[in-house]
């Protein structure tokens, strides 16, 4: 069975543009959920989705926003970037909500400028 | 705020001993315990889970919980330089997202 795949893999933009990252979960997985790696923080939690809805949202700003597809595939999209949103952007997978175990996709590394 | 402490390391063990690597959450509430391993410039990549009180192994790897104390640790029997990353503990609360500590870095010398 394949992974959880991530596209693109390494992105480069600058100060103000706008980013959309996709990932295309292990398939028969319904939940989605989306992290924020940098060196200082950690990993934090941007948001979940489950059956196209968003079921839990991390402390980000408005900037930060996803979807998810009837196939289980999600998007997130981060506007007006700043130069604090370089990180390594990951999404994890699990057949449903709750305890179930997550696996993660390779990340996108996004440097703004 | 849920709370999950690991300290960051480097913990740095030989080749062939037992490396020990904690973990404490604050929520008494949390039912789920992960441990990852995450290599430098990968992703984090699971290693096992446990639900319940008491040890669980798998292979060179036990898991222990103690939710009374509200800590959850992680033996590697045997390390090996291979070993050496990031090690993550992840907590979860219901359906509530998964909680991750920042992760101790192990270095295994050979």
């Known amino acids: 069975k394949a992974g959880v795949t991530q596209t693109p893999r390494y992105l480069i933009k600058t100060r103000g543009q706008q980013v959309t990252l996709s990932c295309s979960p292990i398939s028969g997985h319904r939940s989605v959920s989306w992290y924020q790696q940098t060196p200082g923080q950690g990993l934090q939690f941007l948001f979940e989705y489950f059956s196209e809805t968003q079921r839990n949202k991390g402390n980000f700003p408005g900037r930060f926003s996803g979807r998810q597809f009837s196939n289980s595939r999600s998007e997130m999209n981060v506007s007006t970037l700043e130069l604090g949103d370089s990180a390594l952007y990951l999404c994890?997978?699990?057949?449903?909500?709750?305890?179930?175990?997550?696996?993660f996709g390779p990340g996108t590394r996004l440097l703004v400028l | 705020q849920k709370e999950v402490e690991q300290n960051s390391g480097p913990l740095s063990v030989p080749e062939g001993a037992i490396a020990s690597l904690n973990c404490t959450y604050s929520?008494?509430?949390?039912?789920?315990f992960f441990w990852y391993r995450q290599y430098s410039g990968k992703s984090p990549e699971l290693i096992m889970f446990i639900y319940s009180n008491g040890d669980k192994e798998d292979g060179r790897f036990t898991a222990q919980l103690n939710k009374a104390s509200q800590y959850v640790s992680l033996l590697i029997r045997d390390s090996q330089p291979s070993d050496s990353a990031t090690y993550l503990c992840a907590v979860n609360v219901g359906n509530t997202p998964l909680v991750f500590g920042k992760g101790t870095r192990l270095s295994v010398i050979a």
């Open positions: 994890a997978s699990s057949l449903l909500q709750g305890r179930e175990t997550q696996y």
């Open positions: 929520d008494r509430g949390s039912q789920s």
